[in-house]
């Protein structure tokens, strides 16, 4: 039996959730330059997410507009990334947090009338208080962050990265298309007229039924080409320790990564 396999996994969880939020299983394209203000929730946009090329110029225009204290960046994650480096502030949220913000942002849009389109009780239970305590960011910053957001429209959330390869990576890029919606970016700095398409990619939990074959003793052969599951994969999936159970094994690659010294 022969396993040949590439990851999508960040673009799963942005497909799948706007499949649910918008009816479409796209990755849009993420229009930063016209972007007065961007927060990205864990998303490595100038290096690994989406098209970092196209991406690092829109941002680069992005900052290069100063007017009204336009062209502001803040990143939210648990750990600086190359992205996050650049930023004009980290906020240092807790591990998984980063929905429970996007949705406290969206309370303290909705409650204080900076934005529309949805009831405010569907975020009710993400008072700035209550998402301080499950994150570790004060409720002052959660009300800052929003106003700020509302404030310097267009502006744009993304959401990628690690955080969008846990259990609650649907659920965090549907928050965060939230908090798009409600503050109209959607249409204007989140665009799906040309979306990026993974049609021939197969999904992560398609990926999840081959590990469990390997893991089972089913798979004779296991080629990899383009890809590095050992790295790129959540721990919890388990392909490391089902790769193993694979008596042969070949990795085309131009360098030894995680899976090729599998």
Request: net charge negative.
């Amino acid at each position: 039996v022969a396993l040949a396999t590439a990851l999508a996994s960040e673009s799963e969880s942005v497909r799948a959730a706007n499949a649910k939020t918008f009816g479409l299983a796209a990755v849009p394209r993420y229009d930063l330059a016209a972007a007065r203000c961007v927060v990205s929730f864990g998303s490595d946009f100038l290096e690994t997410f989406g098209t970092p090329t196209n991406q690092a110029r829109g941002f680069a225009a992005m900052r290069a507009n100063h007017e009204d204290g336009a062209g502001h960046f803040i990143t939210v994650e648990p750990r600086l990334s190359l992205t996050g480096a650049n930023a004009d502030e980290w906020v240092a949220v807790r591990p998984v947090g980063e929905m429970a913000l996007a949705l406290g942002m969206a309370n303290v849009i909705l409650n204080e009338g900076l934005g529309s389109g949805v009831d405010k009780s569907l975020v009710a239970a993400f008072s700035p208080e209550a998402v301080a305590a499950s994150t570790d960011v004060p409720a002052e910053t959660i009300q800052r962050l929003a106003r700020m957001f509302a404030k310097l429209r267009p502006s744009l959330a993304i959401a990628g990265g690690i955080a969008t390869q846990s259990a609650q990576g649907t659920a965090l890029v549907a928050a965060v298309n939230l908090l798009n919606f409600i503050v109209g970016n959607i249409g204007a700095t989140v665009q799906f007229d040309r979306p990026l398409t993974f049609d021939g990619v197969a999904s992560f939990a398609d990926f999840q039924t081959r590990i469990a074959a390997m893991a089972a003793g089913n798979v004779g052969l296991l080629m990899v080409h383009g890809a590095n599951p050992a790295y790129a994969t959540p721990q919890w999936a388990g392909f490391a320790e089902a790769a193993a159970k694979v008596p042969f094994k070949m990795s085309f690659t131009g360098v030894i990564d995680e899976t090729a010294e599998l």
